[in-house]
């Protein structure tokens, strides 16, 4: 028993000596989750500021995308009425012919019914003026009255598609350091 209680000493010794190195092994390990732990609260926290960030920056654009749609639906608008207003000035001017040659024929309609021959032959220049006047006045517009269609702005999709896109480049490219970042590096240098 005797060498058998050396050897078991002699093994507690060796256990011993490889303590020290144990108990740093085992605080580094302890201080790098740590830094682990830490690591990873700054990961949760960069992400929910991200989060944040990515929703707020999103927010800012539908704002503004809302608003030129409004500033753009009231350009439109604005368009229409323009052209109706047009539409409308050339409608009185063909309602105001119409009525015109109208009462030009409703005239020489009473004057043949009405007129006695040597009246009617009296005027005849002035009845002939007045109907050639109202046969010539003014041309018919034709197909031409259609007010000009209203033009968004070019690209105005591929416009908004790339700022969105440099902005995300910018984003994902940013290499400044994080929150945690800068007081990781410092406890490494400590090291």
């Not at 539409?87 to 309602?95: I, T």
């Not at 005027?123 to 033009?151: C, F, H, S, V, W």
Request: hydrophobic content about 30%; aromatic content about 6%.
């Amino acid at each position: 028993y005797e060498e058998l209680g050396t050897a078991i000493t002699a093994l507690k010794q060796k256990f011993e000596n490889l303590k020290p190195a144990f108990n740093k092994k085992q605080y580094n390990l302890k201080k790098a989750d740590a830094a682990l732990d830490a690591s990873q609260k700054n990961v949760e926290g960069e992400f929910g500021h991200s989060m944040a960030g990515l929703s707020d920056s999103m927010d800012k654009i539908m704002r503004t995308l809302r608003q030129k749609e409004a500033s753009m639906n009231h350009s439109i608008e604005d368009h229409r009425k323009e052209g109706q207003g047009e539409l409308r000035v050339h409608q009185s001017m063909l309602e105001e012919q119409i009525a015109n040659i109208e009462s030009g024929v409703d005239f020489v309609d009473t004057v043949f019914e009405f007129w006695s021959p040597l009246e009617v032959l009296s005027m005849e220049n002035d009845i002939l003026q007045r109907l050639t006047e109202l046969a010539t006045e003014g041309e018919a517009p034709g197909d031409d009255i259609k007010p000009k269609p209203y033009e968004l702005p070019p690209d105005t999709e591929g416009n908004v598609v790339e700022a969105i896109s440099c902005m995300y480049n910018s984003a994902v490219t940013d290499e400044t350091p994080k929150k945690g970042e800068e007081e990781e590096e410092k406890d490494e240098k400590k090291d």
